[in-house]
């Protein structure tokens, strides 16, 4: 029996769908490439023309390395369902590789669209949600196990193309579907399974690669506080990110939903004993140790968010629950900077305040020193907030410290100017971990979607459009990996999640009521106090 071709046998690396995706296809390069069969003077034009959907094709399935096309295959499987439908790309797939013919061992394209469909399959399981592209991949592995020196590719796709089909298609609000065909309509996939395929799936236990490895998200929550009677848990971004304490009970909190909070929280009085518990915990840790549980949790709503989010969120109006990951990293930072702002306003002295101000100063500097830009961002904010910019006493008194300095830099690093300039050359600086500044890399994808349409007036994809989203897409996912090493440290996670936050309005009223408004109008001191009365 012939040996299996080493260069197509799968790596842990290569088999984790979370690893590098650039490590996969590149790997399969040959030492002396070779022009494709179906190579165009048209598909190797530069990209400010369009491409015909062949041409593309044929860019991605090339072993001809092209730095143009370098990010080629993660860009093409994240927005190619704008213009051709799953059924479409496996046709196309397994036309060129079956054009190869099957000698002693596969060719090098071939070895290509193997990778291409390994990382297909891994990343994108709900692109086969019709059964028709189930069946097309069954069909074409089936084919391709009659050949020994093919037995590698076959092993390899089969887990990921037998396991449970897809329960639904959360990308079926911006991508183009499959039609299912009459004819099949009421027949099942095993059907169409014959000969050596055929007991390789009977020896194949049809079940995920990833089921075991990642973790199942819980059902997206409203609420950042727990409601379980048994266990607390901290719980951030609506339930999406979440930890356990200890197994001791504990009376569950009122403040079942964000919308509810204010009605519990009375601006003519302190915090609860409670809420000043809490501001003594993070008054007594380390900046550092805060930064890296901020840190923590951040990077936990990160590692969750897949490229096509980003499109689901732009097409879908930027509210479906298939962008919830997007949505629940918004939520967070905008609890982020309302906790931050609540300190701050909480102190009844304005020294007090100035120390809160001062000790997220602090933070924000460790945050920056771990690259984490998103919650350095959402501190900034709460820093900037209206009720807080208003505080002249409290400014003043920060003003005189030394690490004021260092604010006004940490301003100037995320200031908005010429399109966030100093912010991108830091984040392109930016070695080992780190997590990017959402906000505006979503901004950026909003524009160019907005601006370019999908096809050109021939009728010829913009192809052009898709690299330049995609290319901000990875500039983001890059950072994924390394991730952070961070414990979380539980109950201080408690205390941030814990923290009842003011609404924009109490905390204005708030900041009023703290440092009134110097006015000598009679009647706007009477408002002035008929509001402190209030």
């Known amino acids: 029996m012939e040996a299996h071709d080493p260069s197509i046998t799968l790596s842990g690396d290569e088999a984790d769908p979370d690893h590098n995706i650039n490590t ?18 048209a598909s190797c034009n530069s990209l400010n023309t369009g491409l015909a959907v062949d041409d593309i094709i044929d860019r991605l399935v090339s072993t001809e390395y092209n730095e143009q096309d370098e990010n080629i295959v993660p860009i093409f499987l994240t927005f190619f369902r704008r213009f051709m439908r799953p059924c479409e790309l496996i046709d196309q797939l397994v036309e060129r590789f079956k054009h190869d013919g099957f000698s002693s061992s596969p060719t090098a394209q071939q070895k290509r669209i193997y990778s291409i469909l390994l990382l297909w399959l891994s990343h994108h399981w709900n692109d086969f949600y019709a059964p028709r592209a189930r069946r097309l991949m069954v069909l074409f592995l089936d084919h391709i196990s009659k050949h020994e020196s093919y037995t590698p590719i076959c092993d390899s796709l089969a887990p990921l193309v037998i396991r449970e089909p897809p329960s639904t298609d959360p990308d079926s609000c911006w991508g183009l579907m499959d039609e299912e065909q009459p004819t099949f309509s009421n ?21 995920s690669p990833r089921e075991d490895s990642v973790p199942r998200l819980p059902r997206q929550r409203y609420v950042t506080h727990s409601e379980s009677e048994e266990y607390r848990r901290a719980e951030f971004a609506g339930g999406m990110i979440n930890i356990d304490a200890s197994n001791t009970p504990y009376a569950p909190s009122t403040l079942t939903n964000a919308s509810n909070w204010t009605s519990y929280i009375s601006i003519m009085n302190n915090f609860r004993k409670q809420d000043q518990l809490n501001l003594k915990t ?13 840190t923590w949790i951040e990077s936990q709503l990160f590692s969750r968010i897949q490229p096509r989010e980003f499109l689901r969120y732009i097409v879908s109006n930027q509210s479906s629950s298939n962008s919830s990951m997007i949505l629940a990293s918004i939520a967070h930072f905008n609890f982020i900077s309302s906790w931050v702002a609540t300190l701050i306003i909480s102190q009844s002295r304005a020294s007090k305040r100035a120390n809160v101000f001062l000790k997220f100063i602090s933070i924000a500097v460790e945050l920056r020193n771990m690259n984490n830009y ?17 505080l002249k006493q409290t400014r003043q008194i ?25 912010y991108r ?6 070695k080992g971990s780190g997590i990017p500044y959402l906000g505006i890399h979503t901004q950026d994808l909003v524009s160019l979607a907005e601006a ?3 096809f050109r007036p021939d009728g010829t994809v913009h192809w052009d459009k898709y690299r330049l989203m995609g290319e901000t897409i990875m500039s983001i996912m890059k950072f994924k990996h390394p991730g952070y ?10 205390s941030i999640a814990d923290c009842p936050v003011l609404s924009e309005d109490e905390l204005y009223k708030k900041s009023i009521l703290v440092e009134p408004k110097v006015n000598t109008n009679p009647n706007s001191r009477l408002k002035e106090l008929w509001l402190r009365l209030k």
């Open 24 to 41: 996969v296809f590149y790997s399969f390069l040959p030492s002396q490439n070779k022009m494709s069969r179906r190579g165009s003077k």
């Open 187 to 207: 027949k099942k996939d095993s059907g169409y399974v014959s000969g050596t395929f055929h007991l390789l799936l009977q020896q194949t236990p049809p079940q």
């Open 282 to 294: 993070i008054m007594g840790t380390s900046d550092n140790h805060i930064a890296k549980q901020l």
């Open 374 to 390: 998103n919650s350095l961002m959402a501190v900034l904010a709460g820093m900037n907030n209206a009720a807080i910019l208003r």
């Open 398 to 422: 920060v003003a005189t410290k030394k690490i004021y300095k260092q604010f006004l830099s940490l301003e100037r690093l995320m200031s908005t100017d010429k399109s966030f300039c100093a």
């Open 425 to 430: 050359m830091a984040l392109r600086a930016s």
């Open 452 to 454: 370019n349409k999908d």
């Open 485 to 494: 090493k961070i414990d979380p440290d539980l109950p201080l996670l408690l």
